[in-house]
């Protein structure tokens, strides 16, 4: 909720629903019992929905991925995003705007990461 709040979203966001799972038990759960999880999520997400959904968005990335492998692309006609294709579709963005001449964001909410907080990044994903 802290970066709803950081970004003045309040008003177009709901409380979240959670299904009860730390995140490494969800990752077992997941490869164990996908059935048992898509369920859970299912239901989770027809709760949002009756609270006025528009658009459902996981809290942890490795379930948008979870769910995009399963094939749940919407519950109940509603969306669930896939962020990391979300993701991958933003930074392509990203790289056709430079291209068009767009300079490189520097400031705003999503632009303030620290040189230390990137270099922490390449270290653990082996891009240094």
Do not use: N
Request: with cysteine; glycine share 10%.
């Amino acid at each position: 909720m802290a970066l709803i709040k950081k970004y003045g979203l309040e008003d177009r966001s709901l409380p979240g629903v959670h299904i009860g799972y730390s995140h490494t038990d969800l990752i077992a759960a997941c490869e164990s019992e996908p059935e048992r999880i898509v369920k859970e999520v299912k239901a989770a997400g027809r709760t949002a929905i009756k609270q006025g959904c528009g658009i459902l968005v996981t809290g942890f990335a490795a379930l948008s991925v979870f769910l995009a492998e399963q094939g749940i692309r919407q519950i109940d006609g509603v969306p669930v995003l896939d962020s990391q294709a979300a993701l991958i579709k933003a930074a392509e963005m990203m790289v056709d705007l430079r291209r068009l001449g767009m300079p490189k964001p520097r400031k705003g909410p999503l632009f303030d990461v620290s040189g230390e907080d990137i270099q922490t990044a390449r270290r653990r994903y082996g891009l240094q």
